[in-house]
């Protein structure tokens, strides 16, 4: 089981971060994760994966919940731009920057659930079937969360305030 939980911690680092929009907060969800994962067994009839990420969210939404409020992205943006590539010229880093926070802004205003699952599915790059099973709600849901996703996203970017939710 460790062996796999290793394979999966860039995943759950990943789903960690879109969660709370912060490396640093991101770090601490993550090793709150596999504390939790680490000190129960898993569950019988679930994989690992599923149960990993569901352990995530869980513990995400214990922690929003007592905090009541989430940090902004703007460090970790700094942090990704500067990382990203020195070979860059200094117009496609602005541009590049700009993109992360209209990105990043455009994500913050999406519903929680919506939010999840387009990381899910878009980010982390899971089937409909496997988010549908992370986030213990159907397929079809999954579908619509991220169609409604998507499109705010997009009317988002591209100016439109007037979206549907």
């Known amino acids: 089981m460790k062996d796999e939980l290793t394979e999966l911690v860039p995943s759950l680092r990943k789903f960690a971060y879109s969660l709370t929009g912060n490396i640093h907060d991101a770090d601490d969800l993550l090793q709150?994760?596999?504390e939790?994962?680490?000190?129960?067994?898993?569950p019988e009839q679930v994989t690992l994966m599923a149960w990993a990420f569901r352990v995530c969210r869980n513990c995400w939404i214990d922690e929003y919940r007592a905090k009541k409020v989430r940090t902004n992205a703007s460090d970790t943006l700094s942090y990704e731009v500067q990382s990203a590539n020195d070979h860059v010229d200094m117009d496609e880093t602005v541009t590049h920057s700009m993109t992360l926070k209209q990105v990043s802004s455009a994500m913050d205003e999406l519903p929680c659930?919506?939010?999840?699952?387009?990381?899910?599915?878009?980010?982390?790059?899971m089937s409909y079937a496997d988010a549908s099973e992370v986030l213990q709600v159907p397929a079809g849901t999954i579908m619509s969360r991220l169609a409604r996703a998507r499109t705010k996203i997009s009317n988002l970017l591209n100016g439109q305030n007037e979206v549907l939710s």
């Open 36 to 42: 939790r994962l680490l000190s129960k067994p898993i």
């Open 32 to 34: 709150n994760t596999l």
């Open 113 to 125: 659930e919506q939010r999840e699952t387009l990381s899910l599915v878009a980010v982390q790059g």
